[in-house]
């Protein structure tokens, strides 16, 4: 069977002579006859002749990398789930392949972006590996598209195999995913491998801040010219609940607790978050640890045992809920050893909160004001900052929101398929 993509480009290229084809018997029959005398289409005023118009084929790109789109918790899902609807509005088709797991229908359509359930198993360390060659195989048998758009270092261990099938390929960099504890030997090995395999063989990487990029171009120097930087983008205000009305499900009042937003693993930091609040033992708060968790991760189970009356862990909140329950608090800490381009810092910004944020290079690319930053790591400089409360909105938060939005980085996504579609 051969690709629809394909057989569409045919039937395009057969509709294309067909129009040659129909141009030519017009020129034909203005011609005269030999003799000078005037034809048939001569005598009289022929007719107007509609030719219908061929639309042009969208330029296809397939995304693998993501577990789904719209409503999934994860930095690269919340990431896919604002930047491709914005290139449908560009002009490019777009079909997610979506793990099976995470995904009910088989296919259906978001905001004119095609999310197609592919088979996987939901496995801490296989489901990625599996999932990514099961996709590429779709993708060439069935899809047959004009970029491949891998997401994450792990899915990138394949960019040699989309080259091989053929495929245009970008790789995004999220994170370096190895220095995660979570992973042991053979996979902190493989993300490493992974990493090194999409700046080698990758048509292009995107870092999603500068501390990645510039670290890759320390590292692969000969690959520069392949490496850019497309931050993420602050998500758009829309209206919200009332906070009142979400904040009373979960016990809370506006301005009387502290929020944290992220998966439930170790790299957050939410443990040392929950060491200084219980330290600092601020009066009349609480602590609101909002994220998705694998139970069976010893480090999630740990955290959650930690959970009484004045901390909680409501789990996965999302969409105007969460803009609430941001709005509603009195501070948003990230106390996060790693990260990308933070999207639950943009959207505190957002919505107005005051930030603590730990002083790692990714943070620090916010240019926020020096008091915005605690010490990565310390408990004891983040409980003193817990108890002082003290915090402000921030006066740059507005040029930060201005200048990281997903309608620009979506512009640059754009050209750079362009540019690559082009090149040869």
Known sequence: MQPLRTTARRANEDGDARVANAH?????????APDGSPTPANDATPAPLRIPRMRARRPL???IGLRNIPGTMGGIETHCENLYPRLVRCGYDVVVLARSPYASAQTRKFEGVRVRRLWAFRHKYLETLLHTFVALCFARACLDPDILHLHAIGPGFFAPLSKLMGFKTIVTHHAPDYLRPKWGIVGRAFLRA?????????????CVNAAIRDDLVRRFPFAADRIDMIRNGAPEAEPAPAPEAVLSRLGLATGGYILAVGRLEATKGFHELVAAFERAEPSALKLVIVGSVYKSDRYARELLARASPRILFPGFIKGPDLHAL?????????????????????????AGAPVLLSDIPANREFDLEDEAY???????????RL??????????AAAVIAENNWNTAAGRYANMLASLRQAP
């Open 194 to 206: 992974g990493e090194f395999l999409a700046v080698c063989f990758a048509d292009r990487v995107v």
């Open 374 to 384: 605690f010490p990565t790591g310390d408990v004891s400089a983040l409980a003193a």
């Open 387 to 396: 108890a002082a409360g003290d915090w402000r909105r921030s006066e740059r």
């Open 61 to 63: 790109v397939c995304a």
């Open 24 to 32: 030519a018997e017009i020129r034909l029959a203005e011609r005269p």
């Open 326 to 350: 941001y709005a509603g608090a009195a501070v948003y800490v990230h106390p996060s050893h790693m990260e990308s381009f933070s999207l639950a810092i943009l959207e505190a910004l957002v």
